[in-house]
Nanobody, 120 residues
């Protein structure tokens, strides 16, 4: 069983930055999803095991960057120029096989989530 533990969430003003991290072990494709109140969980970004292939949602492209450090078993999400609409619980996810996917159902393991709140 893969355990994923997110950290780095918090409250920030619009235009600010946060860096999320996820501690995970194993050679998996990893992703970030988010879920705002009353909305479905949506894809944010993903990266394959080598870090050579990445996918990112249009809504955050140019503001968010996904990266991983396999030596430290860490997945990161650097979030810049945050907007109130980025407010959500952010989840780390891992996929046993296959490359980057936008599909929530393609991921096999999930963290508990970390709250990100952006005030206007």
């Amino acid at each position: 069983q893969v355990q994923l533990v997110e950290s780095g969430g918090g409250l920030v003003q619009a235009g600010g930055s946060l860096r999320l991290s996820c501690a995970a072990s194993g050679s998996y494709t990893m992703g970030w999803f988010r879920q705002a109140p009353g909305k479905e969980r949506e894809f944010v970004a993903a990266v394959n095991w080598s870090g050579g292939t990445k996918g990112i949602a249009d809504s955050v492209n140019g503001r968010f960057t996904i990266s991983r450090d396999n030596a430290k078993n860490t997945l990161n999400l650097q979030m810049n120029n945050l907007k109130p609409e980025d407010t959500a619980v952010y989840f780390c996810a891992a996929r046993r096989s296959g490359g980057c996917s936008y599909g929530r159902s393609d991921y096999d393991y999930w963290g508990q989530g970390t709250q990100v709140t952006v005030s206007s």
